[in-house]
């Protein structure tokens, strides 16, 4: 069975700081990895998406590494601000089970 | 750009009755799923339909549960005789194909009183 954790489950860092948010998953076998933003009360915005046979993705300040084999992913958030205030979660798409499963999710606070 | 939109944002209902809610993905895509978000708790998956069928539920998608797409643009969500514990958020997803994004709406907040 499919399982996603992401640590830390909360972070508050400065303005300005690089930071690193992990994501791991016990069953290497994914179609893709999707990185997504959730505002309290809102939906989920799809950040980045990474298919198995890459490594990594960038957009913008945000930029997604994938190393299947050993079931991880990170989010690294350069520069970070305010506005990237908000809880950040990963997905993992695999075939098998036609769907995506999330990890609980990590709530990052950037303070001015 | 494109976006999967949700009606209503918010519904509040009594225990016992049964809602529906709506979905319009976006046009060009042929995948769609349900997904739900009790407060605090994960996303969890409850459906994903494609060629008008569902190609796969979850435990918690049971025959209180159903699906439909009734035109070329709605994709709606029926709960039938609601419970306290079917208070979440739910949210429609879709899809070009299963190896493309999955965008999400803004979702719908189920209030079961």
């Known amino acids: 069975k499919q399982e996603v954790t992401q640590i830390p489950a909360a972070l508050s860092v400065p303005e300005g700081e690089n930071l690193v948010l992990n994501c791991s998953f016990t069953d290497s076998a994914i179609y893709n990895l999707q990185w997504f933003r959730q505002d309290p009360g809102k939906g989920l915005t799809s950040l980045l998406l990474?298919?198995?046979?890459?490594r990594e993705q960038t957009s913008g300040r945000l930029n997604a590494s994938l190393d299947k084999s050993s079931g991880r992913s990170t989010l690294y958030i350069a520069a970070s601000q305010p506005g990237d205030s908000a809880t950040y979660l990963c997905?993992?798409?695999?075939?098998?089970?036609?769907?995506?499963?999330f990890g609980a999710g990590t709530r990052l606070a950037v303070h001015p | 750009e494109p976006e999967v939109t949700q009606t209503p944002s918010h519904q509040v209902t009594q225990m016992g009755q049964e809602v529906i809610l709506r979905c319009v993905p976006i046009s060009n895509h042929l995948y769609f799923y349900w997904y739900r978000q009790i407060l605090g708790q994960k996303v969890e998956f409850l459906v994903s339909f494609y060629n008008n069928e569902i190609s796969e539920k979850s435990e918690i998608f049971d025959d209180q549960f159903s699906v439909e797409r009734p035109d070329g643009s709605n994709f709606t969500l029926k709960i039938r005789s609601t419970k306290l514990e079917d208070s979440a958020m739910y949210f429609c997803?879709?899809?070009?194909?299963?190896?493309?994004?999955?965008?999400f709406g803004d979702g719908t907040r189920l209030s079961i009183l």
């Open positions: 997905a993992v798409f695999s075939g098998g089970y036609n769907k995506l499963i």
């Open positions: 990474i298919q198995s046979s890459q």
């Open positions: 997803a879709s899809s070009e194909t299963v190896r493309q994004p999955q965008h």
